[in-house]
């Protein structure tokens, strides 16, 4: 998922395939304040969602500016996804905040989620020791690796569109 201007066209073409085959699924990005409503719309699919927090700049009419309102949205969404496993709804969480990860794994126990229900997806060698450890403590864990000819471009447009992805990736380094 790119920045918003795809979002339509991607929901879309996820919908078109999904009719067709059960083995595609779709990111959604968090920081979205269309995001719940999407979601709503997705789940009478039993999708395969990857939920995001979003990292492109964004104006403030159509994502959230502050860390705190996307991390909230993020875990009411998480809870949303978790509470339709039982309906075949398969949740992949694609982030680093392992504060945010603690929560929704007490949040799939109170729901009843059943073990390995969901994912947490990660990037390469950022917070290795933790992926190892969330992987030890049984959470399915997937490590992301950007490849191709673009993803040196893919990668510094990320860190580029959010200021706030610099200091992250710093930090992970030290």
């Known amino acids: 998922m790119e920045d918003s201007t795809y979002t339509d066209v991607t929901l879309d073409t996820f919908k078109r ?3 067709e085959r059960s083995n595609v699924g779709v990111a ?3 920081y979205l304040r269309r995001t719940p409503a999407d979601l709503e719309d997705l789940l009478p699919l039993a999708p395969t969602i990857r939920l995001v927090k979003g990292a492109y700049n964004e104006p403030a ?5 502050r860390k705190r309102d996307v991390d909230a949205q993020f875990y009411q969404l998480a809870g949303t996804l978790l ?6 709804a398969r ?3 694609g982030t680093h905040d392992l504060g945010l990860i603690g929560r929704i794994r007490a949040r799939a126990a109170e729901l009843g989620a059943p073990p390995g229900s969901f ?4 990037l390469y060698g ?3 020791p933790e992926q190892r450890a969330l992987a030890a403590q049984g959470v399915p864990v997937r490590v ?3 490849y191709g000819r673009a993803w040196f471009a893919w990668y510094m447009r990320r860190l580029a569109e959010r200021p706030a992805n610099v200091w992250f990736v710093l930090r992970s380094l030290v």
């Open 17 to 19: 395939l999904r009719t």
């Open 61 to 65: 009419s159509v994502a959230f500016p």
């Open 91 to 93: 949740p992949v969480f």
């Open 83 to 88: 509470a339709h496993t039982k309906q075949g």
């Open 126 to 128: 950022i917070r290795s």
């Open 28 to 30: 959604i990005q968090a």
């Open 119 to 122: 994912e947490v997806h990660m």
């Open 144 to 146: 992301l690796v950007s």
